[in-house]
């Protein structure tokens, strides 16, 4: 809602001559450069209007959108005082509204609306317009609905009845008094059941009635007694007054009932809203609650990353509404399209655009029961707040997601610089052996002593092996880090991956036993070769480094229903127990092995990191019996029917 | 190192780092082949065209072409033997440099004994079809497996090996090949045929059933060694 005191607000109803007043508020909204809104209000008599003062109303509302006005109904009791809360809560300047033609006995008591508007307005202009009936095709109702024969049934059959009790009371010996409260009673029942009509006619017949009856000379409408006069006088203005009283609490039961309807069903959004994340979920949530209280399929529509609207959600609804151009159209101009609205209105669902302070976001589509269905004042009312609570929520899941990206770009940032300052002394070590031991070799010259020359060849050999791993995991840290790779998954027996990782170690392993427990009825697992040999060649590179050279290091598989679990143990001191979370973080460096083990501290970070890109887990823990062992998981699936095996019988029958 | 008649084998390296190179002339003439070098891929194929060498060690990543684009040009007219020299994580190149024609490669950072190795292989695999003996020996005998394709037997183990039709036509492809690395796309070209390239499943599961059949440790192979992300390797064993 934009804020200062000029926005202006047009009352508009059902009468014809709504139309003017509307064409003349866009005109000065236009003028004043400012924005406008229609509203309407919706009391206990409104709803009671007729089909015909219905759709002028509806007319009204449709042109006042077309019009480029924000459109709201408001509910109450009174039209001057929404009108005026209204205004006060949102910042209204100018308030235009037609002359009204007001008649009866309220507007004679209570002034018209326009009068209560004027007296109430305070610091709010109140502009008063000359309305005027356009043509239209159809003919238009009158604003008061037909008398209801039931209503007025209800009031005769309470008269009869009080008529009745009253001539018992009589027969009784009561005095008038008591027979006059039995009218009453009469006159509050038609206006409860019946309305404001029936409650009028039941005091009118009440008052005939108990004259007739139980005034003398009986059975004549003549007084014989000026004492009867005052009573029957009383028992007018209290039957009146009561059966008013009566239908407005009828009405404003009704209101009350609607609003908690409507109120509950926002409440139900609202929840599913809360309880969903993610865009996807979010619009799922909003479609299931929405058809629910509409009982008709419905659809959130978001702009796609090629500005083009698309569905929210995956997969494509059976029967959702699909009306790509209303749609489009409601989105681009924020305004409501489709059935019985200004724009597409032979549409066959209802497309309200989403819109939250920062612009429309996207366009909510319930389908159409049946033509016009949704063009009530009450639902389209509903789906604009439907709208924009889906809308928020959306939004706030845009935000959520922008601040977990900058969050995560923070913590990467953090991470890679402290990640260099570790690298650049790790990279620095061996060179600096690197390069101290070239010179001395070079200032030794033909004079150096061959075994010094062999020991000092073998460190700048050793170091360079060092460098070339260090630097080989860092890279692949990279990799992992930037979040592009994904596993390139293909079907490979384990023996196959856990023999080329060995095959890499023979360096390192220098003779050293390692121990396989492999099954042999293991079934394929779905992998990335290249990523899982360097799980395990970091895994088994960790424990021959972190064990004594004469312990056997285990590597041991087992298949489970729907994954694969593989082990690499070892016999060295074990991790503290702090250390089984820690020894995963990147930069770790176990305090077990600190002084002959050096990296930088990545291998068991990059393992982590792979296993996790192929959906498995991975964990560390003591062996009973001393040492520490890795295990990792990898999920199993069906695998693959064809295994190339076609034309495969044995070799010596060929 | 010298060729049939007798000449020392001419070995042109293409290397635009020039440390790298004059390590790789030291190794190689230290094993008495004759070297020549070249820094960039057009000098290199200047000199490939003036005085064909009998192998080229080819760089991937050259200062102004691709050697991918050296490789190509070169095998459109010579069978001479390529090695191709790349990073670990690169295994994408190599696997496109061996499909394009290279007969191996190697990972840099390498040791002198491997280089020396695939040279020799690459050489005696290129001796052996010039002099129009086929594709590689008929006969394969290394510790306790021998293959003799004449006779179409194979044991292991110190027993005879009943192999499937397919499980032999793999091993035989392998044999004929000893040494050099082989391409999934390769295999299956050769042994399941055309319209099979996606099913890179194939050749790994018969190289399993393979080892089981035929090696001590099938989780440790000595003869069918895996260059995961690359292919397969059948050596002589160590």
Same mark, same amino acid.
């Given at each position: +809602?934009?804020?200062?005191?000029?926005?202006?607000?047009?009352?508009?109803?059902?009468?014809?001559?709504?139309?003017?007043?509307?064409?003349?508020?866009?005109? +000065?909204?236009?003028?004043?450069?400012?924005?406008?809104?229609?509203?309407?209000?919706? !009391?206990?008599?409104?709803?009671?209007?007729?089909?015909?003062?219905?759709?002028?109303?509806?007319?009204?509302?449709?042109?006042?959108?077309?019009?480029?006005?924000?459109?709201? =109904?408001?509910?109450?009791?009174?039209?001057?005082?929404?009108?005026?809360?209204?205004?006060?809560?949102?910042?209204?300047?100018?308030?235009?509204?037609?002359?009204?033609?007001?008649?009866?006995?309220?507007?004679?008591?209570?002034?018209?609306?326009?009068?209560?508007?004027?007296?109430?307005?305070?610091?709010? #202009?109140?502009?008063?317009?000359?309305?005027?009936?356009? *043509?239209?095709?159809?003919?238009?109702?009158?604003?008061?609905?037909?008398? #209801?024969?039931?209503?007025?049934?209800?009031?005769?059959?309470?008269?009869?009845?009080?008529?009745?009790?009253?001539?018992?009371?009589?027969?009784?010996?009561?005095?008038?008094?008591?027979?006059?409260?039995?009218?009453?009673?009469?006159?509050?029942?038609?206006?409860?059941?019946?309305?404001?009509?029936?409650?009028?006619?039941?005091?009118?017949?009440?008052?005939?009635?108990?004259?007739?009856?139980?005034?003398?000379?009986?059975?004549?409408?003549?007084?014989?007694?000026?004492?009867?006069?005052?009573?029957?006088?009383?028992?007018?203005?209290?039957?009146?007054?009561?059966?008013?009283?009566?239908?407005?609490?009828?009405?404003?039961?009704? !209101?009350?009932?609607?609003?908690?309807?409507?109120?509950?069903?926002?409440?139900?959004?609202?929840?599913?809203?809360?309880?969903?994340?993610?865009?996807?979920?979010?619009?799922?949530?909003?479609?299931?609650?929405?058809?629910?209280?509409?009982?008709?399929?419905?659809?959130?529509?978001?702009?796609?990353?090629?500005?083009?609207?698309?569905?929210?959600?995956?997969?494509?609804?059976?029967?959702? *509404?699909?009306?790509?151009?209303?749609?489009?159209?409601?989105?681009?101009?924020?305004?409501?399209?489709?059935?019985?609205?200004?724009?597409?209105?032979?549409?066959?669902?209802?497309?309200?655009?989403?819109? !939250?302070?920062?612009?429309?976001?996207?366009?909510?589509?319930?389908?159409?029961?049946?033509?016009?269905?949704?063009?009530?004042?009450?639902?389209?009312?509903?789906?604009?707040?439907?709208?924009?609570?889906?809308?928020?929520?959306?939004?706030?899941?845009?935000?959520?997601?922008?601040?977990?990206?900058?969050?995560?770009?923070?913590?990467?940032?953090?991470?890679?610089?402290?990640?260099?300052?570790?690298?650049?002394?790790?990279?620095?070590? *061996?060179?600096?052996?690197?390069?101290? !031991?070239?010179?001395?070799?070079?200032?030794?010259?033909?004079?150096? #002593?061959?075994?010094?020359?062999?020991?000092?060849?073998?460190?700048?050999?050793?170091?360079?092996?060092?460098?070339?791993?260090?630097?080989?995991?860092?890279?692949? +840290?990279?990799?992992?880090?930037?979040?592009?790779?994904?596993?390139?998954?293909?079907?490979?027996?384990?023996?196959?991956?856990?023999?080329?990782?060995?095959?890499?170690?023979?360096?390192?392993?220098?003779?050293?036993?390692?121990?396989?427990?492999?099954?042999?009825?293991?079934?394929?697992?779905?992998?990335?070769?290249?990523?899982?040999?360097?799980?395990?060649?970091?895994?088994?590179?960790?424990?021959?480094?972190?064990?004594?050279? #004469?312990?056997?290091?285990?590597?041991?598989?087992?298949?489970?229903?729907?994954?694969?679990?593989?082990?690499?143990?070892?016999?060295? *001191?074990?991790?503290?127990?702090?250390? =089984?979370?820690?020894?995963?973080?990147?930069?770790?460096?176990?305090?077990?092995?600190?002084?002959?083990?050096?990296?930088?501290?990545?291998?068991?970070?990059?393992?982590?990191?792979?296993?996790?890109?192929?959906?498995?887990?991975?964990?560390?823990?003591?062996?009973?019996?001393?040492?520490?062992?890795?295990?990792?998981?990898?999920?199993?699936?069906?695998?693959?029917?064809?295994?190339?095996?076609?034309?495969?019988?044995?070799?010596?029958?060929? | 190192?010298?060729?049939?008649?007798?000449?020392?084998?001419?070995?042109?390296?293409?290397?635009?780092?020039?440390?790298?190179?004059?390590?790789?002339?030291?190794?190689?003439?230290?094993?008495?082949?004759?070297?020549?070098?070249?820094?960039?891929?057009?000098?290199?194929?200047?000199?490939?065209?003036?005085?064909?060498?009998?192998?080229?060690?080819?760089?991937?990543?050259?200062?102004?072409?691709?050697?991918?684009?050296?490789?190509?040009?070169?095998?459109?007219?010579?069978?001479?033997?390529?090695?191709?020299?790349?990073?670990?994580?690169?295994?994408?190149?190599?696997?496109?440099?061996?499909?394009? @024609?290279?007969?191996?490669?190697?990972?840099?950072? &390498?040791?002198?004994?491997?280089? /020396?190795?695939?040279?020799?292989?690459?050489?005696?695999?290129?001796?052996?079809?010039?002099?129009?003996?086929?594709?590689?020996?008929?006969?394969?005998?290394?510790?306790?497996?021998?293959?003799?394709?004449?006779?179409?037997?194979?044991?292991?183990?110190?027993?005879?090996?009943?192999?499937?039709?397919?499980?032999?036509?793999?091993?035989?492809? &392998?044999?004929?090949?000893? @040494?050099?690395?082989?391409?999934?796309?390769?295999?299956?070209?050769?042994?399941?045929?055309?319209?099979?390239? /996606?099913?890179?499943?194939?050749?790994?599961?018969?190289?399993?059933?393979?080892?089981?059949?035929?090696?001590?440790?099938?989780?440790?192979?000595?003869? /069918?060694?895996?260059?995961?992300?690359?292919?397969?390797?059948?050596?002589?064993?160590?």
């Amino acid at each position: +809602m934009e804020s200062g005191t000029d926005r202006l607000l047009v009352c508009i109803g059902p009468s014809p001559t709504s139309a003017k007043v509307i064409r003349t508020a866009a005109r +000065m909204a236009a003028s004043l450069g400012v924005p406008w809104t229609a509203a309407s209000v919706e !009391t206990g008599r409104t709803r009671a209007l007729s089909a015909g003062a219905r759709d002028a109303l509806l007319e009204n509302i449709t042109l006042a959108e077309r019009s480029g006005a924000e459109t709201v =109904t408001l509910s109450g009791y009174d039209v001057a005082d929404e009108i005026l809360a209204y205004a006060r809560a949102h910042s209204v300047g100018r308030i235009i509204i037609g002359k009204s033609r007001e008649r009866g006995w309220e507007a004679l008591v209570r002034g018209t609306i326009v009068d209560r508007l004027l007296r109430a307005s305070g610091d709010i #202009d109140i502009y008063v317009v000359q309305g005027a009936a356009e *043509p239209r095709p159809a003919p238009q109702a009158s604003g008061r609905r037909r008398p #209801d024969r039931r209503g007025y049934l209800i009031a005769l059959a309470a008269v009869i009845a009080a008529s009745l009790v009253a001539w018992l009371l009589h027969r009784a010996g009561l005095s008038e008094a008591n027979q006059s409260v039995v009218f009453i009673l009469a006159v509050i029942a038609a206006a409860i059941w019946g309305g404001l009509g029936p409650g009028i006619a039941a005091a009118v017949l009440s008052v005939l009635a108990f004259d007739y009856f139980f005034v003398p000379p009986y059975l004549t409408l003549a007084v014989g007694d000026v004492q009867y006069v005052v009573t029957l006088l009383v028992l007018a203005v209290v039957a009146l007054l009561v059966g008013t009283l009566a239908a407005r609490l009828r009405r404003q039961v009704e !209101t009350a009932r609607m609003r908690e309807r409507r109120l509950e069903s926002l409440y139900r959004l609202s929840e599913a809203l809360s309880g969903a994340s993610g865009v996807s979920a979010l619009a799922l949530a909003a479609e299931r609650e929405l058809a629910g209280i509409f009982e008709s399929p419905v659809a959130v529509y978001v702009p796609g990353e090629d500005g083009a609207l698309g569905l929210a959600r995956a997969p494509e609804p059976q029967s959702g *509404p699909r009306e790509p151009e209303a749609a489009a159209w409601a989105f681009a101009n924020g305004m409501v399209a489709g059935d019985g609205a200004g724009a597409f209105p032979s549409a066959g669902a209802l497309y309200v655009p989403m819109g !939250t302070a920062h612009g429309t976001i996207g366009v909510l589509a319930v389908k159409s029961p049946r033509a016009g269905a949704l063009a009530s004042p009450e639902n389209r009312q509903l789906l604009a707040t439907a709208a924009t609570q889906i809308a928020t929520a959306i939004e706030r899941e845009f935000l959520a997601v922008r601040t977990r990206a900058s969050a995560l770009e923070a913590e990467t940032e953090r991470m890679r610089s402290s990640l260099l300052s570790s690298v650049s002394h790790d990279l620095r070590t *061996p060179l600096a052996v690197i390069a101290g !031991t070239t010179g001395t070799l070079l200032g030794l010259g033909e004079g150096a #002593d061959p075994s010094t020359r062999q020991q000092l060849l073998t460190e700048v050999s050793e170091e360079s092996d060092r460098l070339a791993r260090l630097v080989e995991n860092l890279l692949a +840290m990279t990799r992992l880090d930037s979040g592009r790779i994904t596993p390139a998954k293909e079907w490979f027996p384990l023996e196959d991956v856990i023999g080329s990782a060995l095959g890499r170690l023979k360096k390192q392993a220098r003779g050293r036993k390692i121990d396989k427990h492999i099954p042999a009825d293991l079934p394929p697992v779905p992998l990335d070769g290249v990523m899982i040999e360097q799980v395990l060649f970091n895994l088994v590179d960790n424990a021959l480094k972190y064990s004594p050279v #004469d312990a056997p290091v285990e590597i041991s598989v087992s298949a489970g229903a729907d994954e694969v679990v593989i082990e690499v143990a070892d016999r060295g *001191p074990g991790l503290a127990a702090n250390e =089984t979370r820690a020894v995963f973080e990147k930069l770790y460096r176990g305090t077990a092995a600190a002084g002959n083990a050096r990296g930088a501290g990545l291998g068991l970070a990059i393992a982590q990191a792979i296993v996790q890109v192929h959906g498995g887990r991975i964990w560390a823990a003591n062996r009973p019996g001393g040492g520490a062992v890795f295990t990792f998981t990898l999920p199993l699936g069906a695998p693959p029917a064809d295994l190339g095996a076609f034309d495969d019988g044995p070799l010596e029958e060929e | 190192m010298t060729n049939d008649q007798g000449v020392p084998s001419n070995v042109l390296v293409i290397e635009d780092d020039v440390p790298m190179r004059r390590f790789l002339r030291a190794a190689l003439e230290n094993e008495g082949y004759r070297v020549t070098e070249a820094g960039k891929a057009r000098e290199g194929m200047t000199m490939i065209l003036g005085h064909p060498p009998d192998l080229i060690l080819l760089d991937l990543g050259l200062p102004d072409a691709d050697g991918m684009t050296v490789l190509r040009r070169v095998r459109e007219w010579s069978q001479v033997p390529v090695l191709v020299l790349s990073a670990r994580g690169q295994e994408y190149d190599k696997v496109e440099a061996l499909n394009e @024609g290279a007969d191996d490669y190697l990972t840099k950072p &390498f040791g002198v004994p491997e280089l /020396l190795a695939r040279v020799r292989v690459a050489l005696r695999h290129s001796a052996r079809i010039k002099a129009g003996a086929g594709e590689g020996a008929a006969r394969f005998e290394s510790g306790d497996l021998t293959v003799d394709l004449g006779a179409r037997r194979v044991t292991a183990k110190g027993a005879d090996v009943h192999l499937t039709r397919t499980e032999y036509r793999l091993l035989a492809l &392998f044999v004929r090949n000893a @040494g050099k690395v082989l391409t999934h796309r390769y295999l299956l070209q050769e042994v399941w045929g055309p319209g099979c390239e /996606l099913q890179t499943h194939y050749p790994r599961m018969y190289v399993a059933a393979l080892r089981r059949k035929l090696e001590e440790d099938p989780a440790d192979p000595k003869y /069918l060694l895996t260059e995961q992300g690359v292919g397969y390797r059948f050596t002589e064993g160590t």
